[in-house]
């Protein structure tokens, strides 16, 4: 079971997750993506510190997420996956077109946009 809790920064939606990130889990995902994106949000950020796992069918979500929002001009980055999670995502190559970030603090100063839009 995945759990999501949503807080923002500016014009960011950062999502803490944790648990199991599968097909089973997607959904209250998703829907929390889209409500950002809708919410004009210009960044959301994918909190994986607390995932502990995570399998393809929910990697497929994360590169159809991708595009989604790239192509309304919203960017999706990751931020504190541990490393068994980090390299599946990276084996995957979503690390190619979600930038992984140590820190939220980091995500969120490398994508601020001016002006600052509230979420």
């Known amino acids: 079971m995945l759990a999501v809790r949503e807080h923002c920064h500016l014009n960011t939606k950062i ?15 998703e829907v929390a993506i889209l409500g950002a994106k809708e919410m004009g949000c210009q960044h959301i950020v994918l909190n994986f510190s607390d995932i502990t ?10 590169f159809l997420w991708y595009h989604n929002m790239r192509l309304n001009h919203v960017h999706l980055s990751i931020v504190s996956p541990q490393p068994t999670v980090k390299d599946l995502l990276e084996s995957a190559h ?26």
Request: aromatic share 6%; net charge negative; charged share 20%.
């Open 15 to 29: 999502l803490d997750l944790s648990g199991r990130f599968d097909a089973n889990s997607k959904l209250g995902l």
């Open 53 to 62: 796992w995570i399998d393809s069918t929910g990697l497929g979500p994360l």
């Open 94 to 119: 979503l690390s190619e077109i979600v930038p992984i970030y140590q820190s939220e603090k980091e995500a969120v100063e490398a994508r601020t946009i001016s002006p600052p839009a509230a979420c």
